[in-house]
């Protein structure tokens, strides 16, 4: 069964928080609060990876998270709430206790979340650990979008759609000019040619 969300476990995903609310808005999420010299402030959002379509699924089942985001975009924690995995009965709870969650602290949403690159995955358990980072980052990035002040013109290199909105913004001659289009010229027997154009995206 799917662990409850409580607000114990919510303070584990977003230990900085003094209070949250209920889940709400469009994306879902549960806004988290601290206080400050001024009152109670915003400090970030809490979100489950399920309540963001498509979910990832792993190695039989989709990977239900629940992770945090403060107001810089970066992941304040996560906690797996559900998955299903042949492995577990050999080993155990592994996604809580390999340290496999521990690295998602700090991690800004326009990192790669790549196994194997900027993520340690969990041995003998590749298509879940995949699965789970591939989830935490695309919904953190939707997260990101439509509650964080500023994040769009805050995205690095890494974030897929900032680079399809810079793209958007060009002409076809700008794109050629810049080296985004690759073209190639190949004669025909007819003695005609055929011109195309490759752009990778």
Excluded: C, H
Excluded at 20 to 43: H, L, M, Q, R
Excluded at 54 to 71: F, H, K, R, W
Excluded at 149 to 171: C, I, M, W
């Amino acid at each position: 069964p799917s662990l409850p969300v409580t607000p114990e476990l919510m303070l584990e995903v977003f230990p900085k928080a003094s209070r949250f609310s209920e889940k709400s808005g469009s994306p879902p999420v549960i806004t988290a609060y601290a206080d400050s010299v001024d009152g109670e402030v915003v400090v970030g959002y809490l979100f489950e990876t399920k309540d963001y379509p498509p979910e990832e699924v792993g190695y039989s089942a989709p990977i239900e998270v629940m992770a945090g985001l403060d107001m810089s975009g970066s992941v304040t924690g996560i906690k797996v709430l559900f998955y299903r995995e042949s492995y577990r009965s050999i080993r155990g709870d592994f996604l809580a206790t390999e340290n496999f969650p521990n690295q998602f602290e700090g991690k800004s949403v326009t990192d790669g979340f790549r196994v194997g690159r900027d993520i340690d995955g969990v041995s003998r358990a590749t298509i879940t650990s995949w699965a789970l980072s591939r989830g935490v980052r695309n919904a953190g990035r939707e997260v990101a979008q439509a509650y964080l002040p500023g994040f769009a013109l805050a995205k690095g290199g890494t974030n897929e759609l900032y680079a399809l909105e810079q793209l958007g913004a060009k002409s076809w001659q700008d794109l050629k000019a810049e080296n985004f289009v690759a073209q190639l010229t190949v004669p025909q027997t007819d003695g005609t040619q055929l011109d195309l154009s490759f752009v990778f995206i």
